[in-house]
């Protein structure tokens, strides 16, 4: 299994090249070269597969034994998931009216994203300690992957994490799961801006390929392919069990499943894209709230940023700039290097670009989209629990909209991804008149000290936060050249 990028500039790299890396040197995004096929077969002999074991599955399929033998794969993926508060890791809740929720966020920062996070820091500090080098990791968070990267990484020997999340822009959980780690690996920035303003002054650190070589820099965004590759498993394994593939006759055509995702960057839309070329028939929902870049993209072919970045109830995909968008180009283009290269480059420079009508007319057979209001969220969140005593959360939310406006046909079974736990978002259950007693890991980090760095705006403020992180990244590695602790 070989890796390239989707802007045509790099071909032959391999999985711990990937792993290292952020993007690609030539700005694009890693993916395979080619794409395992899996067959009926297949997917009916992992029908009975625990979750943790399916993702070993997975992820063998693109990382080669020569680099990690099995065994070790497989304890690092059993050990990563280990944490997880169910025995199942993911469990389904089946409601009212045919609604069934796929509950993606029973680990340890209660969101989605830890079940691909765990795993690849695991990985990443498997090679580390193996090539006995030390990585610099710099994550832009809107949210929720800021959090899930400091718990998986906190105390690892090898890594120093620096994450930028937007002030005022996350939940006062959200805040906490980051600013509450005091360990001397962790280094936290809250900047006066959105998450897309951050991601401008990181692209361009990873654009400065001597920082990135000499400071080991890397990124543990949903850039990096390893957690892409971790998502494919709860697509497949939504499909093999809401599907109704177990009942079907083995000579028949698989059974569609309708999968809808709350969406912001666009990682799990791509995720669902690559499984579906992968031979697993979905049929891909990506549902947005008021920043609907992603559902003018698809509907229209107008992949254009809004003037601002909206403040919503689901703060976790309040984003303008779907970088994983460049993944489905590329997939959906017949991999079409040239082609990529310039849509992004044109989007980056100008924020708007429109779509070859080839493109879009592939895009929008291959997924279809909405978008929901904060109105809409509550009202999502409140019949929900009218009808079935569940509440949701503000991103389930969006999706679940789907639901009550767009019913299921008795001819395609459908499930909605739930990204995070509600007890994340006490304001959005209160505004919906809602209630929910906070677990005590959750009203706990009330009690503990807190640290971070603020970045602040002002008329140069992009590349006096480049110049800030860049400086953190390089006393970081003079502290552990001398091997002092960053912290005192």
Known sequence: MRYCSTRGGVQGADFCDVLFSGFAPDGGMFMPESLPVLSPDT??????????????????????????????????????????????????????????????????????????????????????????????????????TGGSAIQSAK??????????????????????????????????????????????????????????????????????????????????????????????????????????????????????????????????????????????????????MAADVKQTLAPAIDIQDPYNMERVFWLLSGRDGALVKGIMEDFQSSHRHTLPQQLHTVLSQAVSAGTVTDEGILESMTRCWEDNQYLLCPHTAVAVWHHYHTPPSAQLNRCYLATASPAKFQSAVQRAGLTLDLPESLSSLDKMATRCEGLEKSQTWSKHWEDKLREKIQSISSARERNVTYYT
């Open 155 to 304: 105390g690892l020997a090898q890594v120093d994490l620096v994450v930028v999340y937007p002030r005022g822009r996350v939940t006062p959980v959200q805040e906490k799961h980051m600013t509450t780690c005091l360990q001397d690996n962790i280094h936290v920035f809250s900047a006066d801006g959105t998450s897309d303003d951050i991601d401008n002054p990181i692209r361009r650190l990873f654009a400065d390929h001597e920082l990135v070589k000499a400071h080991g820099l890397m990124s543990l965004n949903s850039v990096n392919w390893s957690r892409i590759m971790i998502q494919l498993a709860h697509f497949i394994y939504a499909y093999l069990h809401m599907s109704g593939l177990e009942g079907a006759s083995a000579d028949a055509p698989l059974p569609p499943l309708e999968v809808v995702v709350p969406t912001g960057g666009a990682g799990n839309i791509a995720a669902g894209c690559i499984v579906k070329q992968m031979g697993v028939p979905l049929q891909l929902v990506a549902m947005v709230n008021s920043n609907d870049i992603v559902r003018r993209t698809v509907q229209s072919g107008d992949f254009s």
């Open 43 to 144: 997917l009916r002999s992992w029908a009975a597969l625990h979750f943790s074991q399916l993702v070993v599955e997975v992820a063998s399929l693109f990382i080669p034994t020569q680099l990690m033998p099995r065994d070790h794969l497989e304890a690092l993926v059993m050990e990563a998931l280990s944490s997880f508060s169910v025995p199942e890791v993911v469990r389904f809740a089946k409601l009212k009216e045919g609604l069934t929720i796929v509950e993606l966020f029973h680990g340890n920062t209660l969101a989605f994203k830890d079940l691909a996070m765990t795993c690849t820091v695991r990985f990443l500090d498997y090679f580390l300690q193996k090539q006995k080098r030390r990585a610099v990791v710099v994550v832009g968070t809107s949210g929720d």
